[in-house]
């Protein structure tokens, strides 16, 4: 079966960041996106649980996005700027899908 590359853009992020990075994304603009919520944790800070956490300010969600090359060289730098004075991670990864027209 023939495969074909594409980027896999995952961002995780505080939820009041979320919007901000969905707007990049649908401006970019890219055909869809998946957010979930994160549970739990363990970063340069320690370890977190969601269950301890009241309100959205330190909750935290993973938005991954499949899209061309093209379109992540586009986003990256957006969602950077959007991201930069908030906590978050970027990671970019290389993917091969089944489906083109799909992304």
Do not use: N
């Amino acid at each position: 079966m023939k495969t074909h590359a594409k980027k896999q853009m995952t961002v995780i992020c505080e939820m009041p960041v979320m919007h901000r990075i969905t707007r990049v994304l649908d401006k970019v603009p890219v055909t869809g996106y998946t957010v979930f919520p994160a549970l739990s944790g363990r970063g340069s800070e320690g370890t977190w649980d969601r269950d301890r956490i009241i309100g959205d300010a330190g909750r935290m969600v993973m938005i991954v996005s499949v899209m061309s090359v093209e379109q992540a060289d586009v986003a990256i730098d957006r969602i950077y700027e959007a991201l930069e004075p908030q906590m978050g991670i970027i990671t970019v990864a290389d993917v091969d899908v089944l489906r083109p027209e799909r992304f």
